[in-house]
């Protein structure tokens, strides 16, 4: 990964510390350890592939098992892109950067989808916010409060929008394969990106997933990790209108929106974004950054920041986007463990030094698991 790109690269909670998470220690008593990653105990327990751990004793010992690998927690990813006209100074950087996504290795199955940061009218969701500056076909523009698609595009056609502004087909399915492609072999995500980028005045992305979820209740697979992507040259809502600004959803509340909907594995947020200390843009020049509204979001869910300005290698970028789909190596335990008697992971017995018992004995994190392979762990430990 190039130095530049590298530096613009921005994770959050890169100490678990600043986070309060537990602190896992070598099970054969070695020093504390702490992870450079949020402890997902909670998101194993939500798990559908993990909830059928069963635990059993065997005289003053129990032992407890789980499935883990790829298979087991499908993932979501949710592109949100900016689609006002300031965004042409990014497009071709941005589409080149996303060429990266079908490079990575995704691991298990994983399905993408595109909406825009188009707010609709709170009163009327099937037209735009009144702040939007509007064009013929606008209310039918594919992405606004829905996921880009040739089905959404022929509505749009039919509405008398801009065709002009989609030269290559879009892809009929509304998720689809990171290596899927159209008929003319371009990738769905690129080809996902066209849009008439009209001067829309306002781009409100957390509002408009809140309203798209308010319009069809649901978006992501029950069980999947669920991978919200922001890409904007502004900061939420990118304009100056009192309305769109003072009743923007939290962070905590559009979390909690999205995880009531579903039974999720998990929840994170992530952005290609303006960023804090670095290149302003035409649009943050203009309007202001709203308090890095985004920013702010991405932090609270511990993700992956990146400055748009910055480049379009996006390569590190994608690979930690993959990453992140996969299953944390972390499980709970049964009942509060005071030692680690075994781990196995399928045939293998796994090296003490790779074992890891939280501080506090409720759960184990496992290294060197390889994050491709569907395999059964089991735990054996003394309460």
């Known amino acids: 990964m190039k130095s530049r790109i590298a530096a613009s690269v921005v994770l959050f909670c890169l100490v678990a510390a600043s986070c309060g998470e537990p602190a896992y220690q070598s099970a054969n008593n070695g020093p504390k350890q702490r992870t450079n990653k949020k402890s997902s105990v909670e998101n194993v327990n939500q798990n559908p592939s993990t909830a059928d751990a069963s635990g059993e004793g065997v005289g003053q010992s129990k032992s407890v098992s789980f499935k883990y690998g790829p298979k087991s927690t499908p993932n979501d990813l949710l592109f949100i892109f900016d689609n006002s006209s300031s965004m042409n100074n ?26 825009t940061t188009l707010p609709g009218d709170p009163q009327n969701l099937n037209n735009v916010h009144a702040a939007v500056s509007k064009y013929t076909g606008i209310e039918s523009e594919p992405g606004f409060l829905s996921l880009v698609s040739a089905a959404a595009f022929d509505k749009y056609r039919q509405a008398g929008g801009k065709v002009g502004a989609y030269p290559e ?36 992305g957390m509002t408009a997933l809140s309203q798209t979820l308010d319009k069809r209740n649901k978006l992501f697979r029950d069980g999947s990790l669920a991978q919200v992507v922001f890409i904007s040259d502004a900061q939420d809502p990118g304009c100056d209108n009192a309305d769109l600004k003072n009743n923007r959803p939290t962070a905590q ?4 929106k999205i995880m009531r909907k579903h039974q999720l594995a998990g929840l994170k947020f992530h952005g290609v974004l303006p960023v804090k200390g670095g290149g302003s843009t035409k649009e943050t020049n203009s309007h202001g950054v709203f308090g890095y509204s985004y920013n702010s979001l991405i932090q609270a869910e511990n993700g992956i920041l990146i400055d748009i300005t910055a480049s379009s290698d996006y390569s590190d970028f ?7 789909s996969l299953p944390e190596p972390v499980f709970p335990l049964s009942v509060k463990a005071s030692k680690i008697l075994s781990v196995k992971a399928g045939a293998e017995t796994m090296a003490p030094e790779k074992i890891q018992l939280a501080a506090d004995g409720k ?8 994050p491709a392979a569907e395999i059964e762990i089991v735990v054996s430990f003394e309460p």
């Open 90 to 115: 990014y497009l071709a950087s941005v589409k080149a950067g996303f060429e990266s996504l079908v490079a990575a290795d995704w691991f298990g199955d994983t399905r993408l989808a595109v909406m």
């Open 169 to 204: 087909p879009l892809c009929g399915d509304e998720w689809f394969k990171p290596e899927a492609a159209n008929r003319n072999n371009k990738r769905c995500l690129s080809v996902a990106l066209q849009n008439p980028h009209h001067s829309v005045n306002c781009e409100a």
């Open 253 to 256: 509340a559009l979390k909690d």
């Open 318 to 324: 994608a690979k930690q986007l993959a990453q992140t």
């Open 363 to 370: 759960s184990i994190r496992i290294l060197g698991l390889n």
